[in-house]
């Protein structure tokens, strides 16, 4: 009976006074249930997620869509809720052996097609708008066993600063599926305010549900004009900052820098004075530390903090034309080939960029760590003048680079990181025979 008091004030204090007890360490999983389709040993099934999950305090599986009547709807509905996979469903279920794992489901994330109509914005505009969304995340929650909602809202990103006319083809076919279009939000401050409402009424909905509020901030979205930090942050249990894919082949085709980088400047730069910064590519947000602090200073309390870090690398080819030294920024000609099993262009899991380091064949990358703890790390492999074989640089985070950002994090006192994701790790293990090598590498610097 004593025992049965200790555990029910235990569970009166989480509930009412939400004490956290991964204030500081949190690990967000992010799952692209989606990689399930792909073929070979890049196929990644939920006995892979469930190796992971002994590291992971929170799993988020991405992604829901919205539908046209702004109801919250399966992203993949043969695999989230058919009769075959029934994954929501399944995914919830991994609690009974991890119960202290929370998972969420994510909306949103750069999954969800763009329209014309902007619906993640269109939504937020009206009452009536709001007030589907509400009901539908009520309605889906009956159904399935979640523990919260994340919001991966799809805010127009900024578009690439130097957009130069020989993007190509590649760009075009892109833009599109990106929303990096012509459409400039004219109505801002409305989106702005109509999210602020959107979260602060569908967080009423779920708190007596004791059920969970986050949102992920997608990249090139700026955070200061969509998301109200002071206002938001009462209402959520954390914001996931996806400060990463600053430098991607889509948004830079002709020039390869650091994709994830910690600090804005580097380089000849003597200090990491912002100014100094505008020189060499990276200006004003672009980086994990001022994402960092915008959220910081305007009221978010910092264990509600949570860094992204990718586990994949972002690839760019190499020309005749590209500096030999390797050192970026540095002059490409597009995205790199793809990898063998991920095949995609200008994208490598890591298991794919370990196997390039490692390789004893000419294949063999050259690789430039980050000893300065700030930047990333990358590897490449020039221009062959001989046989006109095409070069690659690549971007990339691996367990140290990982390890790095989880310092800082712990540094400003922050929530915590958030792997994006899962499937793109070496879940398999086969770079060191440990499997999820970047989420450990995280984990145990917190
Ligand atoms: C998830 O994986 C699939 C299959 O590789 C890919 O097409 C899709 O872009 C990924 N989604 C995200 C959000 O990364
Ligand atoms: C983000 O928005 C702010 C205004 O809120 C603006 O000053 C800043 O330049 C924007 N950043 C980018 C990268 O467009």
């Known amino acids: 009976m004593k025992a049965l008091l200790v555990i029910f004030a235990v569970l009166y204090i989480h509930t009412v006074f939400g004490v956290d007890p991964h204030e500081h360490t949190k690990v967000v999983c992010y799952w692209n249930s ?66 202290d794992l ?29 007030t589907k969304f509400i009901n539908s995340v009520n309605r889906l929650l009956n159904d399935y066993d979640f523990d919260g909602i994340d919001l991966a809202w799809q805010f127009p990103p900024v578009r690439p600063k130097k957009q130069r006319s020989a993007l190509g083809s590649f760009w075009h076919g892109l833009k599109k599926k990106l929303g990096y279009g012509k459409f400039k939000d004219e109505k801002e401050q409305e989106h702005r305010d109509g999210f602020t409402i959107l979260v602060r009424d569908l967080k009423t909905q779920l708190r007596p549900r004791f059920k969970s509020l986050t949102v992920t901030v997608l990249p ?11 206002l938001l942050a009462p209402n959520i249990e954390a914001v996931h900052i996806f400060a990463f894919d600053q430098k991607t082949p889509e948004r830079s085709a002709k020039e390869a820098d650091f994709p994830a980088p910690i600090y804005g400047s580097y380089g000849h730069v003597v200090d990491d004075n912002i100014d100094n910064a505008q020189s060499y590519g990276y200006v004003g947000d672009d980086n994990i530390d001022a994402s960092a602090r915008y959220w910081l200073e305007n009221g978010t309390p910092g264990s509600k903090i949570v860094i992204g870090i990718p586990t994949y690398a972002r690839t760019w080819k190499l020309t005749a034309d590209s500096q030999i030294s390797g050192v970026p920024p540095i002059e490409t000609d597009g995205p790199g080939a793809p990898g063998p099993q991920t095949n995609e262009p200008g994208l490598l899991s890591y298991a794919e960029v370990c196997a390039k380091l490692t390789e004893h064949a000419a294949g063999r990358l ?42 800082f994090v712990k540094s400003k006192g922050l929530g915590g990181v958030a792997i994006v994701d899962l499937s793109l790790d070496d879940f398999r293990g086969v770079c060191t025979g440990d499997t999820y090598p970047i989420v450990r590498g995280a984990k145990y610097k917190l």
Do not use: M
Not at 40 to 48: L, R, T, W, Y
């Open 34 to 99: 989606t990689a399930y389709e792909r073929e070979g040993p890049a196929k990644f099934q939920i006995e892979n997620v469930r190796q992971a999950l002994s590291l992971c305090t929170h799993l988020i599986y991405g992604y829901a869509h919205i539908n046209s009547d702004f109801e919250i709807v399966s992203g993949s509905p043969s695999l989230d809720t058919g009769s075959g996979y029934s994954y929501y469903k399944l995914a919830t279920q991994l609690k009974r052996s991890f119960p």
């Open 102 to 130: 929370k998972i969420y489901l994510s909306v949103g994330g750069n999954s969800d097609p763009y329209d014309e109509e902007h619906k993640y914005l269109v939504l937020t505009e009206t009452a009536e708008g709001r």
């Open 220 to 230: 090139h979205v700026n955070a200061s004009v969509y998301y109200d930090a002071r």
């Open 366 to 407: 050259r690789r430039v760590g980050d000893p300065s703890k700030k930047y990333g790390s990358y590897a490449y492999q020039s221009y062959n003048a001989d046989t006109g074989a095409e070069g690659i640089w690549v971007g990339y985070e691996d367990p140290d680079t990982a390890g790095n950002k989880a310092a």
